[in-house]
């Protein structure tokens, strides 16, 4: 095993269980000074309170039956009851070997693969994506990478906005006008136009709510109107999801619409386990410890006084759907934050039918992008900035900053490397952040070349491969033995050989921002080490090699990881 945090932690868990009959956590982390040795087992103290006896005897016990072979050079308890252990820098050198030599740089694919069904972007058809798209795509996209990546077989399904009474609506001012359609913003002041009237005019609004009735009803003309309006909306989707780089394709797709024909029967499931009832007309579920402020439980509407379904019917659908024909074992809701309460009942009353038994089901909830004033990010003029606008902004202040910085490359390279670094820097800048948290949005920290951001990511990468092409030129290659002396190559080594590590903890999560958080240490500490190590002239032929090797497994690592987040890392900058 060559990592060494899950080295330490089987280590640490068979020693605990050894010396006290039971396992317990062995809390293994990575030590914060140099001092402390390369990892602590900080664990002594919990289990120290469970067993009655003094926490610094706990450790030595510990000690005395960890078990670590030729990978440890020193261990000894400190403090109050920590064990510190420094690992060998010749078992260091071996494990960077070993990672450079393997296709998946010592990321193990997991043992017992899942069925995950990712459920994420969801824009509503007939309406131009916007900002508030951009979450729910780019922490999707990063998630279904990652599990791929571990071996999970991945479901991705787009929940498309495609049903409902506003289709009516636009349907019949449509009709009003006499339009077939029209692109994607024509159909976007359309919508604008149909609200309005559904507003402000009852006749209009009981012409719409025909329209409805004849979309469900089949009617031919209507279902013609509406899929030129989903295809339209489609191809508008899918070249915004090309220029994010994002890999939801159309086989993804799985609309409201879709479900329709599933509701009668789900509904039909729920009555029949006596989870619904009538409540002021509508059929409701009530799970149990959901109530309202005066004690009240409340409802979930799953059909709506009119007869009409809403969205509660089509979600527990979904879920139906996801467990039983998709055989989900896994399934994550990438969906804004405001919708937590909304999500609990839901996965509440689908335990309660039975559906996920065996299944997890999560909301991965993100914030909200916020502008300079703390509100929701918006134009200058108050308007929703649309994503499509976002992107090319980001592309346009990234090529003024690749022509000022690399005059040298051709045209053609430069428009390349500033999509790349206008587009990641978008994406790693949401990403890096805590989903869970809002953020500001900032085109100067998210184009910076310090810091935490794409573009120094990218230029850490896009410098080494340029350093690994001149050792190319003179004759130079990467090769073992990795020799693990200096301060600075013992911690890029260490950082290295945390990317399993990394990788798993993210998919276990579902946080993306882990995996951002390991790449900019790793980026962080080859910049340490390249200042302090010199490579291509380093005192010997063997060395030279070693710190190439390292540096090459460096690239590839962060090539990898920002792959898996993705973020493309150009060759040249």
């Keep these: 095993m060559r990592d060494p945090l899950a080295l330490l932690e089987a280590a640490g868990t068979a020693a605990i269980t050894a010396a006290f009959g039971r396992p317990f956590d062995p809390v293994v982390r990575r030590s914060q000074r140099e001092q402390f040795g390369d990892f602590q087992i900080n664990g002594a103290m919990a289990i120290a309170k469970e067993v009655g006896r003094p926490p610094r005897e706990v450790a030595q016990t510990i000690v005395d039956h960890l078990s ?62 916007h900002v508030g798209h951009l979450r729910s795509t780019v922490i999707g996209d990063a998630l279904v990478r990652v599990l791929g990546y571990l071996g999970h077989q991945v479901v991705r399904q787009n929940h498309l906005g495609d049903w409902g009474t506003q289709f009516g609506m636009l349907i019949e ?136 379904y809403g969205y509660a019917a089509t979600d527990l659908a979904a879920i139906r759907y996801r467990v039983r024909e998709l055989r989900a074992t896994r399934i994550a809701y990438v969906v804004d934050a405001r919708q937590g309460h909304h999500f609990a009942m839901l996965f509440a009353v689908a335990q309660q039918a039975g559906w996920l038994e065996g299944v997890r089901a999560e909301h991965v909830a993100f914030g909200t992008i916020l502008g300079p004033d703390g509100r929701p990010f918006r134009t200058r003029e108050g308007d929703t900035v649309k994503l499509a606008d976002l992107l090319s902004e980001a592309v346009e202040r990234a090529a003024a900053v690749v022509a000022d910085k690399s005059p040298e490359l051709s045209d053609a390279e430069q428009a390349a490397v500033a999509r790349a670094v206008g587009i990641g820097g978008v994406k790693y800048f949401d990403l890096f952040n805590d989903r869970v948290k809002d953020y500001v949005f900032d085109w100067d920290r998210m184009l910076a070349k310090e810091g935490n951001t ?120």
Excluded at 237 to 246: I, K, P
Aim: with cysteine.
């Design 173 to 308: 001012h449509l009709v009003d006008q006499g339009l077939d359609g029209g692109g994607i913003a024509d159909l976007n002041a359309l919508y604008q136009e149909a609200s309005q009237r559904f507003k402000d005019d009852e006749s209009f609004a009981e012409r719409a709510r025909k329209r409805v009735v004849a979309l469900q009803g089949g009617d031919p003309s209507t279902l013609a109107r509406w899929d030129a309006l989903v295809a339209e909306s489609q191809r508008h989707f899918e070249m915004g999801y090309a220029r994010l780089g994002v890999t939801l394709e159309p086989g993804d797709v799985r609309g409201e619409s879709f479900y329709n024909s599933l509701l009668d029967e789900t509904v039909a499931e729920l009555e029949s386990l006596g989870l619904l009832r009538m409540d002021e007309g509508a059929l409701c579920a009530f799970p149990p410890g959901f109530t309202g402020r005066d004690g009240t439980p409340l409802p979930l509407i799953v059909r709506k006084s009119d007869g009409g």
């Design 454 to 573: 794409a573009p120094y990511l990218q230029y850490a990468h896009a410098r080494i491969r340029s350093m690994l092409r001149r050792a190319e030129a003179e004759g130079c290659v990467p090769a073992g033995p990795v020799v693990v002396e200096h301060p600075a190559e013992r911690a890029l080594v260490l950082a290295l050989l945390g990317f399993n590590d990394a990788v798993h903890t993210t998919a276990q999560h579902l946080e993306p921002h882990r995996l951002c958080t390991y790449v900019f240490e790793v980026a962080s500490e080859f910049t340490a080490f390249y200042e302090s190590c010199p490579v291509l002239r380093a005192e010997s032929d063997a060395l030279r090699s070693s710190r190439l090797l390292v540096a090459a497994l460096t690239a590839r690592v962060l090539a990898t990881g920002l792959d898996l987040l993705g973020i493309e890392t150009p060759e040249r900058m």
């Design 68 to 129: 670590l072979g030729d990978a440890v050079e020193k261990v000894e308890v400190a403090g109050p009851g920590f064990v510190n252990v420094t690992l060998r820098p010749s078992w260091l050198g071996a494990a960077v070997e070993a990672a450079a030599s393997d296709a998946r740089l010592g990321v193990a694919v997991v043992g017992a693969p899942e069925t995950v069904v990712v459920d994420y972007s969801s824009p509503n058809v007939a309406k131009e994506m």
